[in-house]
Nanobody, 118 residues
Framework: QVQLVESGGVLVQAGGSLRLSCAASGSILSRYAIAWYRQARGKQRELVADISSTGLRTNYADSVRGRFTICRDNAKNTVYLQMTSLKPEDTSVYYC???????????WGQGTQVTVSS
């Protein structure tokens, strides 16, 4: 069982930067791949970025590639999403998900709101 808590979401101006954190407890995070998703009001949840359990592989949505960076600190049981050059269309609730490839278990956090003003 993994409990995930996202933090760092705030109101920021367009062009600004923000770092989201996803802190895990209850299990060793290094056993899980982690993904960040976002869901804007009235839209489907979409994958933003993901990172392998070792941190050696990352993947980004086209809409954020070059602006967002996902990284992890397994010693701190935390995964980060560094966001730069933020745009109003990045406004969403951001969720992190931990998933274990061998068991197909997955766990979600409660989300953190990011609002980018124009």
């Amino acid at each position: 069982q993994v409990q995930l808590v996202e933090s760092g979401g705030v109101l920021v101006q367009a062009g600004g930067s923000l770092r989201l954190s996803c802190a895990a407890s209850g299990s060793i995070l290094s056993r899980y791949a982690i993904a960040w998703y976002r869901q804007a009001r009235g839209k489907q949840r979409e994958l933003v970025a993901d990172i392998s359990s070792t941190g050696l592989r990352t993947n980004y949505a086209d809409s954020v590639r070059g602006r967002f960076t996902i990284c992890r600190d397994n010693a701190k049981n935390t995964v980060y999403l560094q966001m730069t050059s933020l745009k109003p269309e990045d406004t969403s609730v951001y969720y992190c998900k931990a998933y274990h490839a061998a068991t197909n278990n997955e766990y979600w956090g409660q989300g953190t709101q990011v609002t980018v003003s124009s």
